[in-house]
């Protein structure tokens, strides 16, 4: 975790506007795949919790099906809610940041969350998991698990900074070894998407030693389409999250599903948690708030299972 002060930023959110009713934008994708879900659930669970514990606060919640309509709600906070805060988890990357960078210029505080802008710096803070890690420890695992080498598939996630981030990282991680890339397409983070690119894919190679997912709902996707083929020649999927259904098939030994990598969606919680305190308080809450990936194996999995959760 990094925690930096920015000063000017911060100014913005001490002061007289303290005294004041503030509203806080919180603005994210709809529950388009698992993970969202999750996010969805986190976001309208923390905000229930925060509007007991700052009564000074208000929020109002926005779910975007697609970068256009996200853009709307933005621009609708902006406009009739007169927002003193927005905290955005971008649908994606390149869409989102000119409209971003105008509420920040505004003078409004901007939070941005896991998929971050195309241009740095706009945003006051920054929330998200640590996507080079992830990517790097997923790149390691396969090093591990494939020592002699082998053949793999490779599935990115919707275009985004974080994706780039994570695969980047991952290629970086196997680089000189024996892993050879045969392909890697977008799956979009997304089950549906992710069978039919698996299907073009063992429609395309006669023999594929393992994929790399990146994603639980992907995995689980590729798992289906493996089935329906009746493939056996590849030997594992190593997906991402921490989908507690893909934590429970590890830690019961199943060999498909021999490892995770964590990425959690409770993260849109700290990012609004933070947010509120900034607003409330004299804390310094502006630069970078970045949560570890670990890799989970059958030995440690017990402690990433939480059966309560959505996701």
Do not use: C
């Not at 901007?110 to 706009?122: A, C, K, P």
């Amino acid at each position: 975790m990094k925690m930096t002060l920015g000063a000017t930023a911060l100014a913005l959110m001490t002061g007289s506007a303290i005294a004041q009713t503030q509203v806080v934008g919180v603005s994210i994708p709809a529950a388009t795949h698992g993970w969202a879900g999750g996010m969805n659930f986190f976001a309208q669970d923390a905000i229930n919790r925060l509007e007991e514990v700052y009564p000074e606060l208000d929020f109002v919640l926005a779910t975007a099906s697609d970068p256009a309509q996200q853009v709307n709600d933005i621009e609708d906070m902006v406009a009739t809610r007169n927002i003193s805060a927005l905290v955005v988890l971008p649908f994606e990357s390149e869409p989102l940041t000119a409209p971003v960078q105008a509420v920040s210029e505004a003078g409004i505080w901007v939070t941005v969350v896991d998929r971050g802008l195309s241009v740095e710096g706009i945003e006051d803070l920054y929330v998200a998991g640590d996507n080079p890690g992830f990517g790097r420890v997923s790149g390691e695992y396969m090093l591990s698990a494939m020592p002699e080498g082998g053949d793999i598939v490779v599935f990115r996630g919707i275009a985004s900074t974080i994706d780039n981030e994570r695969v980047d990282n991952f290629m970086a991680a196997i680089e000189g070894s024996n892993i050879n890339v045969l392909a890697a397409e977008h799956g979009n983070w997304n089950r549906d998407t992710s069978f039919e690119v698996m299907q073009d894919f063992l429609s395309r190679f006669p023999e594929i030693d393992a994929v790399w997912a990146s994603d639980d709902d992907m995995a689980l996707g590729v798992l289906a389409a493996i089935e329906a083929a009746g493939r056996t020649d590849i030997q594992f999927v190593l997906g991402g999250a921490g989908m507690k259904e893909m934590i429970a098939r590890t830690r019961d030994g199943d060999p498909m599903i021999p490892a995770n990598v964590t990425y959690p969606p409770a993260m849109i919680a700290t990012a609004i948690e933070l947010t509120a305190v900034g607003l409330t308080s004299n804390a310094p809450v502006a630069g970078e708030f970045i949560i570890g990936s670990v890799l989970v194996t059958p030995e440690n999995a017990a402690d990433f299972y939480f059966p309560d959760s959505p996701f």
